[in-house]
Antibody, heavy 123, light 107 residues
Framework: QVQLVQSGAEVKKPGASVKVSCKASGYTFISSHIMHWVRQAPGQRLEWMGWINADNGNTKYSQKFQGRVTITRDTSASTAYMELSSLRSEDTAVYYC???????????????WGQGTLVTVSS | DIQMTQSPSSLSASVGDRVTITCRASQSIGFYLNWYQQKPGKAPKLLIYAASSLQSGVPSRFSGTGSGTDFTLTISSLQLEDFATYSCQQSYSYPLTFGGGTKVESK
């Protein structure tokens, strides 16, 4: 079945960068599939960060994170990556990757999701 | 940005109850509205997409209605496994945004 498996928890100091991976299995990664990244700070609502087209590498970012987030992919490894730089305490959150429920379609819901990666930013 | 407002923020219900959660968008989003269920420490699970399409594998007691700015998620007969937090999400325009969640608790 379609599965997204993310890398493990990270603890970072303010000002550092973090790179979270998301390995896909159970489907053809590059078949025009979009991969979204969403985060959820403790007690807060879900927050969309951006997506990458696994086929051509095109990206779309939320303006809030523009300049700090970079989403990439390695098609040979069927893996997407989200790197967030200049970390601050407010970036402490669980970060998720998620695929659109309809392949190659952006404007639909997300399913499945990765299991989440906790990133803690603390001095 | 499109603001998504859910009500209520929490509710208490019993097994077998009919539960209704509403989501309002700050501008018209057509049918580009999705609903998720989330349990503590777990990733969200898609229940409904495109306002009323039931995701594969989701029980038929879940249903979604609405268009434009006002949407509703209904659980026709609440089951034990349905106690969770429910969130709406608009996929009409960027940035994609989520509602603040509705926590369904046991009465």
């Amino acid at each position: 079945q379609v599965q997204l498996v993310q890398s493990g928890a990270e603890v970072k100091k303010p000002g550092a960068s973090v790179k979270v991976s998301c390995k896909a299995s159970g489907y053809t990664f590059i078949s025009s599939h979009i991969m979204h990244w969403v985060r959820q700070a403790p007690g807060q609502r879900l927050e969309w960060m951006g997506w990458i087209n696994a086929d051509n590498g095109n990206t779309k970012y939320s303006q809030k994170f523009q300049g700090r987030v970079t989403i990439t992919r390695d098609t040979s490894a069927s893996t997407a990556y989200m790197e967030l730089s200049s970390l601050r305490s407010e970036d402490t959150a669980v970060y998720y990757c998620a695929r659109p429920v309809v392949p190659a379609t952006v404007r639909v819901g997300f399913d499945p999701w990765g299991q989440g990666t906790l990133v803690t930013v603390s001095s | 940005d499109i603001q998504m407002t859910q009500s209520p923020s929490s509710l208490s219900a019993s097994v077998g109850d009919r539960v209704t959660i509403t989501c309002r968008a700050s501008q018209s989003i057509g049918f580009y509205l999705n609903w998720y269920q989330q349990k503590p420490g777990k990733a969200p699970k898609l229940l409904i997409y495109a306002a009323s399409s039931l995701q594969s594998g989701v029980p038929s007691r879940f249903s979604g209605t609405g268009s434009g700015t006002d949407f509703t998620l209904t659980i026709s007969s609440l089951q034990l496994e349905d106690f969770a937090t429910y969130s709406c999400q608009q996929s009409y325009s960027y940035p994609l945004t989520f509602g603040g969640g509705t926590k369904v608790e046991s009465k």
